[in-house]
């Protein structure tokens, strides 16, 4: 039994076998075995040879009849390799010899020949090494039981096993049979677990070296409440933690009972709580667990999951099925975050050196103004069926939002131009993530009818820490004094200026910033929908005396670390269940 700490981003528990799964250019770890092993691994080698040869006849057989020569020679060399018994015994050799596990063999053994084809000078020999990278590619493949296409296609559940997992990646899994993710990197706002948390399935991130000591179908246990996972438990502990896990269950049923009672604290202040959603069918969620509206729609995701760019159509079915979904509730629409770990840097010839400050967001969309207008159009014809805003992200100066704006207003005559309806009056606000934003809070709010604050970047560039680095992660922290500073600034500007404000960061998903945020004046929060009926009991919890007291406290505290500690105390006296 193997026990890892990592950090909690997504609620729940779950036991299942894992499913590891890797990015292509990732190297299967170094994992010992015991000398009685040597066996079972030897074994695995020669099965998925055999399977792997199998699945190629099938596919050259396939060609054949298809008639396409060339592909069907390459098959051919392909299964040449896996015929050969050299290799085969190279790869025995190297478990006998030095108690590796089978994945691990044939990954170093395979690139180690690849390695002599790439030294090779003549151009044909050395390109045979993406031929060896193939072969190692379905060896692993039959030993780890992977793919990232077995993942969508999965008959059991799982726990997803990986190195790191890409935004996309987590958007395609199938909640049915994923039933826990896990992964050596990763940080507690990074894209994968804001997806994961929205689709509702526990996960624990910033394991660092978790893949080292998991085997394809070894038994796991994701606690994505305590950030722990355990491999290959023994009998006591999965018992203790079936129990956990229905306890948990009961909990959220409880939470469950007051989700159409309305984020009233005690003394009668009204909160209105919003659901942050990346895909429309969660406008659905957002509902069902009683929330006011969405706060936060993460349109980029629909560039994520789809191969062709998307047209105006796309965009405005999307939009109008989740206004539809909210029947006259707010619903803001963000315009595209694109670049930095979303989309841009696998499309690009050659990556950013730095992608989070780099050409992202908002800065992204106004060097593609084709792109930008497309969706801006379909906002707007979207605004006619119900309560909807546009909201802008990533803003770091003034100039920046008026050049939004502009475009803005060249959509809307054009629009006129064709007689196309649309809500003239629409709202639009931005997003305040950006130091230089909140320090300039005051200049842009006579431009803009909202601020939104998104705490996840807010505190990535205050901190300059980068918010998905996992060697980093104990120095990403909201409770920072100089990220709460920031917030603070940001809400006395907005009221000063009468403009709405809301809060949409992972902040306001995590139980103990509630009382903080109330004593600072926010009124509006937007949160991953799952977490809905936890963050209203703690509201309806508490008197706004309460927070008004942690808030003062906590302002006169100079580290983060007295901070987050008194925040999680006071929290944990009003919902002890929870922590
Ligand atoms: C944020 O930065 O806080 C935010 C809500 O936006 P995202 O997480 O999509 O970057
Ligand atoms: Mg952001």
Redesign the pocket.
């Given at each position: 039994m193997e026990i890892k700490k990592g950090i909690a981003v997504s609620p729940g528990i779950s036991i299942a076998k894992s499913l590891i799964i890797d990015s292509e250019d990732y190297r299967i770890p170094r994992r010992a075995i015991a000398s009685s092993q040597r066996l079972t691994e030897i074994q695995r080698v020669r099965n998925a040879f055999k399977d792997a040869a199998g699945e190629l006849t099938h596919m050259e057989v396939a060609q054949s009849q298809e008639g396409s020569g060339k592909i069907k020679d390459i098959f051919a060399v392909h299964l040449r390799f896996l015929h050969d018994r050299s290799l085969r015994k190279k790869v025995t050799d190297l478990i006998q010899d030095d108690l590796v596990t089978a994945e691990y063999a044939v990954s170093t053994v395979l690139r180690e020949i690849a390695s002599h084809f790439t030294e090779v000078k003549d151009a044909y020999i050395s390109e045979r090494a993406a031929d060896i990278y193939d072969i190692e590619r379905r060896l692993l493949k039959q030993l780890l039981g992977k793919t990232r296409e077995d993942v969508g296609r999965l008959t059991h559940e799982v726990v997803v096993v990986a190195r790191e997992l890409s935004p996309t990646q987590t958007a395609g899994f199938n909640r049915q049979f994923v039933k826990g993710i896990a992964s050596d990197a990763g940080g507690r706002?990074s894209?994968a677990a804001?997806v994961a948390r929205s689709l509702g399935i526990p996960a624990v991130v910033a394991l660092e070296d978790l893949t080292e000591y998991v085997r394809g179908g070894d038994t796991v246990i994701v606690d994505g409440n305590r950030g722990i996972v355990i491999v290959n438990p023994d009998e006591e502990t999965i018992a203790e933690y079936e129990n956990y896990s229905r306890e948990f269950v009961e909990l959220e049923h409880r939470l469950d009972t007051i989700r159409q009672k309305p984020a009233v604290t005690r003394d009668g202040t009204r909160i209105t709580l919003m659901g942050?959603i990346e895909f429309p069918d969660e406008a659905e969620v957002v509902l069902q667990k009683g929330g006011d509206g969405i706060g936060?729609y993460?349109t980029e995701f629909l560039y994520l999951n789809t191969q062709r760019e998307p047209i105006e159509q796309d965009h405005y079915e999307a939009y109008a099925r989740t206004v539809r979904t909210l029947k006259n509730r707010p619903v803001v629409i963000r315009t595209l975050?694109l670049g930095a770990d979303k989309y841009t840097q696998s499309k690009r010839f050659a990556p950013e050196p730095n992608p989070f400050l780099g050409l992202r967001s908002i800065r992204f969309c106004l060097q593609n103004l084709m792109m930008f207008k497309t969706q801006i159009r379909a906002i707007l014809r979207a605004s006619v069926l119900g309560n909807v805003k546009i909201m802008f992200?990533l803003i770091t100066n003034r100039q920046e939002l008026m050049q939004a704006k502009m475009i803005l207003h060249d959509v809307m005559e054009d629009l006129d131009d064709e007689s196309i309806p649309y809500n003239r009056d629409i709202d639009v606000g931005i997003?305040i993530?950006t130091p230089a934003a909140a320090l300039t809070a005051y200049v842009l709010a006579q431009e803009v009818d909202f601020f939104s604050?998104?705490?996840?970047?807010?505190t990535q560039y205050t901190l300059a820490v980068d918010r998905g680095n996992e060697l980093v992660s104990t120095l990403y922290s909201a409770a920072d004094p100089a990220v709460l500073r920031l917030i603070r600034t940001v809400i006395q500007d907005a009221h000063k200026a009468q403009i709405d404000l809301s809060l949409?960061?992972?902040m306001a998903s995590e139980p103990e910033y509630i009382m903080l945020l109330l004593g600072l004046g926010v009124r509006t929060m937007s949160l991953s929908p799952p977490m809905l009926p936890e963050i209203k009991q703690i509201i309806r919890s508490v008197t706004l005396e309460d927070c008004n007291r942690v808030t003062r406290k906590v302002l006169g505290m100079s580290t983060e670390r007295h901070i987050a500690s008194y925040l999680r105390n006071a929290a944990r006296e009003i919902l002890p269940e929870a922590f």
């Open positions: 706002t894209h804001i942050n936060l993460r975050d992200p997003m993530e604050i998104g705490t996840n970047d807010l949409c960061g992972e």
